[in-house]
């Protein structure tokens, strides 16, 4: 089967990527300022499933500036790498600035039009589909930094595509929905992930609260204890010979144990 293309269709292509990307005038399901409201149920997501994967539960030390915590720390690495790309996409700045200026001088000179008619983007096509791929591109090195499985990172790429391909399309409501299970999914597969390289990584510092004892409760390069996680109000420890999870209070002198194959 031979397909031909013609100079006709490379040409009226690249009146495709040249051309006005026309952004949606669908209302939006959730406003960002909504939107920004489940972000630290995602925290306390993430630390829930984190937690299962040691058989504790969580929610009976639940503090909700431990998920705030998470979100912080998981900022940083994102911050980085937007940095990185940002530089890269400063490429496509002064394409935006000339079409944004030619924009307003059609605007300008058009009368009797109806606002949505006036409404353009101040971006092409093949700009949006550059920052749709800077951002997935961006998404992968995340993942990867985290070590994530390559068939995790191959799905959560495919949801993400299909999500920007959704956005971009003109289906924001549906695109929202798409970004959504796509952060729960990522979270629930980090948390995971976590868990998993701190049973194999095992790490261990010195650790001494005072209102449990002046003796080290964990120490630096531990065979037998290692840290699974600190949050506000609690060290959670893995001592292996007794299989069992001890919690110490961090201002208190609680201390809870429980069990752990």
Do not use: C
Request: hydrophobic residues 45%; glycine residues 4%.
């Amino acid at each position: 089967m031979k397909i031909r293309i013609s100079m006709e269709n490379v040409r009226e292509f690249f009146q495709r990527l040249n051309a006005n990307y026309k952004p949606s005038q669908e209302k939006p399901l959730v406003k960002v300022a909504e939107a920004a409201l489940f972000l630290p149920a995602l925290g306390m997501y993430y630390l829930w499933e984190y937690f299962d994967n040691f058989n504790i539960r969580y929610f009976l030390y639940f503090d909700l500036k431990d998920a705030f915590e998470v979100l912080y720390e998981s900022l940083m690495p994102i911050i980085l790498i937007g940095a990185v790309l940002s530089i890269m996409l400063g490429m496509l700045v002064p394409d935006m600035l000339k079409r944004k200026n030619s924009n307003q001088e059609q605007n300008n000179s058009s009368e009797g039009q109806e606002p949505a008619e006036q409404s353009v983007s101040a971006i092409s096509n093949l700009v949006a589909i550059a920052i749709a791929a800077a951002i997935l591109l961006g998404f992968y090195i995340l993942m990867e930094s985290y070590q994530f499985q390559i068939k995790s990172i191959v799905v959560l790429l495919g949801i993400a595509t299909l999500a920007a391909y959704l956005y971009f399309k003109g289906y924001r409501n549906l695109g929202f929905i798409v970004v959504v299970i796509l952060l729960v999914s990522y979270t629930s597969i980090r948390a995971r992930t976590d868990a998993q390289l701190a049973k194999v990584n095992r790490p261990t510092y010195d650790v001494i609260l005072k209102n449990h004892s002046d003796t080290l409760l964990l120490k630096e390069n531990s065979k037998s204890r290692y840290l699974i996680y600190k949050t506000s109000n609690y060290y959670f420890i893995k001592d292996e010979p007794q299989k069992k999870i001890f919690a110490y209070g961090i201002s208190n002198d609680e201390v809870a144990s429980f069990k752990s194959e």
